[in-house]
């Protein structure tokens, strides 16, 4: 795909490259963290994307296969006081920097238990998460919540539905919550704002489109094909899937107008000028100009993608109704 970009991803590149570094240096920074067989240390967000930059947050859960126990308290407390030591802390939502029970999470799918912080979590493990500790505990979490979705996925060469409106529950659930918290907190508009435009879109359609996909899968070879497609980046993914259906072009002037993004998120200047900007202020930005350009490009390779192909016929489909 990098052969059909104006430039050759060199944002998203130089992400993969620092997440691979600064993953080998989490994994020694908390090897020393005494972690019982049942839990995993696990990473969120720009660090399950690959796309780490000079800002990112440290978005960590105690990920627990069972039922959370007395023993992993002491645990938390350690990772809180190692891992929230310096600039970047897990953020304000209470999502993230504490114990997750993967079982909880798979079992409280919908209904007045499932809160808007399960919802989250349960999501952001499928698609963009990392383990820096307990690999094997991570592994079994990460099944079976994606197996919690597909019990009843019964019928072949069809999208599981489940797991389909639980993720469009979650896309809807943040283009919503993002202007609840604009009412509490108009300072960081600018920010969100950029961030609803580009890195949340390609969070949505990296899991869309592997779900879609189904399609092509018996019910038994559904789970592989979505476990090959959700363990990758979430840029490999929409990648793939541009070329896939030949729009290899379309697809390169998308992923370059996200690379100008991650570029964006790691320039000091411009993100200092984003987390200035208000509403009201916004169309004065020349920041803001950029990023709205870029997230009109990626969006228009990804609604090409979505409704100029066969695909098209599964989003009329499932996607609505």
């Known amino acids: 795909m990098a052969a059909h970009s104006a430039e050759g991803f060199p944002n998203l590149l130089a992400g993969r490259e620092r997440t691979a570094v600064r993953l080998a240096e989490m994994r020694e920074r908390v090897a020393g963290v005494p972690l019982p067989a049942d839990a995993a240390i696990v990473l969120f967000g720009s660090w399950g ?44 939502q209470e999502v993230f920097g504490a114990p997750a029970s993967a079982q909880a999470l798979a079992r409280r799918i919908g209904l007045d238990e499932d809160t808007n912080r399960s919802l989250t979590r349960r999501m952001l493990l499928l698609l963009e998460s990392v383990p820096v500790g307990g690999d094997a505990a991570y592994e079994r979490c990460w099944v079976h919540v994606l197996d919690s979705y597909l019990e009843d996925a019964t019928k072949d060469f069809r999208p599981p539905r489940f797991l389909l409106n639980d993720l469009v529950r979650y896309w809807r659930t943040i283009c919503v919550d993002f202007v609840g918290k604009q009412r509490e907190d108009e300072e960081k508009w600018g920010l969100r704002n950029a961030k609803l435009r580009t890195g949340r879109k390609v969070l949505f359609a990296a899991g869309l489109l592997p779900i879609l996909l189904c399609d092509r899968y018996r019910q038994p070879d559904m789970r592989d094909f979505l476990v090959t497609q959700l363990r990758a980046p979430a840029t490999d993914r929409l990648a793939a899937a541009f070329a896939a259906y030949d729009l290899r072009d379309g697809g390169g002037r998308a992923l370059d107008a996200y690379d100008r993004w991650i570029g964006m998120l790691d320039d000091d200047a411009t993100r200092a000028e984003l987390a200035a900007v208000r509403r009201e202020t916004a169309d004065d930005s020349d920041a803001y100009a950029r990023v709205r350009r870029s997230g009109r490009e990626l969006e228009a390779g990804l609604l090409a993608l979505l409704f100029e192909t066969p695909l098209v016929v599964l989003v009329r489909e499932y996607g609505v109704f």
């Open 49 to 92: 994307r690959g796309e780490l930059t000079a800002h990112s947050d440290d978005d960590w859960l105690l990920l627990v296969d069972g039922a959370l126990r007395a023993e992993h308290e002491p645990v938390v407390a350690e990772l809180r006081a190692l891992l929230g030591a310096e600039d970047r802390k897990p953020g304000t």
